[in-house]
């Protein structure tokens, strides 16, 4: 007999079940950034994926579930791909260039098979209030903060000039790496990769910050 004080142990998620929601999230993934995150619907996901429409909402009880869930599976993305690596490089001046060169060679690699997934639905949600576009704000702060907090570092050590505006270095950054995302998913072509270099080099140069490049 079973003591009305003893919980009943919670029943783990089946190994199987685990496999086909990161199936899923994957599929997701990958159709935000084409057809937007908008555009991802329950039916169109599991038309691609081989999967009924009653199977898919066993995992996600909503539109809005599914498209919370897929920008979580991106960010965990994003970060093996981008943050994780450049977050190891010395804080300061490097991390900023770190910052950069790991946005711009995921971009290259294709991670995502449209350019950025943030980029590609943060201009689609800013005006759609709601969670999704509450979460995609947050983690775009979170983003330009990590540059505010290296260049904080960088003029704290007499690399970047005292009087130096971070708010709108970061600005004119993020500017220039949102610009161009949308040029390499136009032309693919990877002397705008080079370009986008090249600017953030002479923004850098103009704060002051040209003494030690990597």
């Not at 965990?76 to 060169?101: D, Q, W, Y």
């Not at 995302?181 to 704060?207: C, H, I, M, Y």
Request: glycine fraction near 8%; aromatic fraction near 6%; include cysteine.
């Amino acid at each position: 007999m079973i003591s009305e004080n003893r919980s009943t142990p919670r029943r783990k998620p089946r190994a199987d079940g685990l496999a086909s929601r990161q199936t899923i999230l994957d599929a997701a993934c990958r159709l935000a950034t084409t057809h937007g995150l908008e555009g991802l619907s329950i039916g169109e996901l599991a038309k691609t994926i081989g999967m009924s429409k009653s199977g898919l909402y066993a995992h996600f009880k909503s539109k809005e579930e599914l498209q919370l869930a897929t920008i979580d599976a991106a960010l965990s993305i994003f970060g093996a791909e981008v943050l994780t690596p450049a977050l190891k490089s010395p804080p300061g001046l490097p991390r900023v260039h770190a910052l950069v060169s790991a946005f711009l060679d995921h971009l290259s690699r294709r991670v995502f098979p449209a350019g950025c997934f943030f980029a590609t639905v943060a201009s689609q949600l800013a005006a759609r209030p709601g969670r999704p576009r509450d979460r995609i704000v947050a983690i775009q702060q979170s983003w330009a903060a990590e540059f505010s907090k290296a260049l904080d570092q960088a003029r704290a050590a007499g690399d970047i000039a005292p009087g130096t505006d971070l708010a709108q270095l970061v600005f004119e950054i993020n500017a220039m790496l949102f610009l161009v995302n949308f040029e390499w998913v136009v032309t693919q072509d990877p002397g705008v990769l080079e370009k986008a270099r090249s600017g953030v080099k002479r923004l850098l140069e103009a704060a002051g910050a040209g003494r030690r490049e990597p």
